[in-house]
């Protein structure tokens, strides 16, 4: 019994080490907000400030180039939100036909399907851009948001696993009842969905709202920048650059995205334990 309770304790103290570790960067730079430029160019370990800056907060939200913070915000809620919308309605129903409707060729697109997930964002960079370049929609949100309604392989896969696990007799029942395939979709998948609709909404909430190559390429305008590229914009080579205005509205970017979390954490474990894509 001492021996059991005794590797418990060890096995609990090397988890919260290294839980430490890991969330470790994330509190410095929390700190870091706190600290001016000097105390942070040190590279001191530190988490305590020596002197509690909390200007640096006020001097980050007034932004650059008369553009307050709030702006930036407002672009990466709005961005992430319909990108999320988008990408999750349309997942959904290519993943329905996928999975629940015979067509000719449904293998054959299953197949293109999957080698999207293979191809990396560097190969269509280029072609995308020229497209996007010739249809006029550079310095807009289009090319960022259009894309999102013709869905995402992974989350087009992940709702495709969910679907298996619901049974066809549930279909063929709603059909004899003078169901068409619209109806079966909304009233009858879309519900039974849900925990794999959240998740995947979730993890592409996170990622439209970090997303940097995007914005970066077609984004010129400042008024139109995303957090992303707004806090790049902190950094100055021929200046000084203001680490602790930067650091303050790294924190502040942080806040939405980990209070989603922390609210649908449940849903999401659930979405990834019945969908099979564990990690």
């Not at 105390?39 to 001191?44: D, F, Y």
């Not at 009858?188 to 959240?198: N, Y």
Request: net charge positive; aromatic share 16%.
């Amino acid at each position: 019994m001492a021996k059991k309770k005794m590797g418990t304790a060890l096995y609990h103290v090397l988890i919260l080490a290294f839980g430490l570790v890991m969330v470790y960067p994330v509190l410095w730079m929390v700190s870091g907000g706190f600290k001016d430029n000097a105390e942070i160019l040190t590279g001191s370990l530190n988490l305590i400030p020596s002197t509690w800056r909390f200007e640096n907060f006020a001097n980050g939200w007034r932004g650059f180039g008369g553009i307050g913070f709030e702006v930036f915000f407002a672009n990466t809620f709005f961005v992430a939100t319909v990108s999320t919308i988008g990408t999750v309605l349309s997942s959904a129903c290519i993943a329905y036909a996928l999975s629940r409707v015979n067509f000719k060729g449904k293998k054959l697109w299953f197949g293109v399907m999957l080698a999207t997930m293979m191809l990396p964002f560097q190969v269509i960079l280029i072609p995308q851009y020229i497209i996007f370049h010739r249809m006029g929609w550079v310095n807009t949100f289009a090319p960022i948001l259009v894309p999102s309604f013709l869905g995402r392989a992974f989350f087009i896969y992940l709702m495709m696993q969910f679907m298996v696990s619901i049974p066809k007799e549930l279909d063929e029942a709603a059909i004899m009842d003078g169901c068409n395939k619209y109806t079966i979709f909304t009233r009858i998948i879309m519900p039974l969905l849900k925990p794999a609709v959240i998740t995947s909404a979730i993890i592409q909430f996170y990622w439209a709202w970090d997303d940097f190559m995007g914005p970066l390429i077609y984004l010129q305008r400042p008024r139109n920048f995303t957090l992303s590229i707004a806090l790049r914009q902190f950094a100055d080579s021929s200046s000084v650059t203001d680490w602790g205005a930067m650091f303050a509205m790294s924190t502040l970017s942080l806040l939405p995205v980990f209070i989603m979390f922390l609210i649908f954490n449940k849903q999401l474990v659930e979405g990834i334990s019945t969908t099979g894509i564990k990690g």
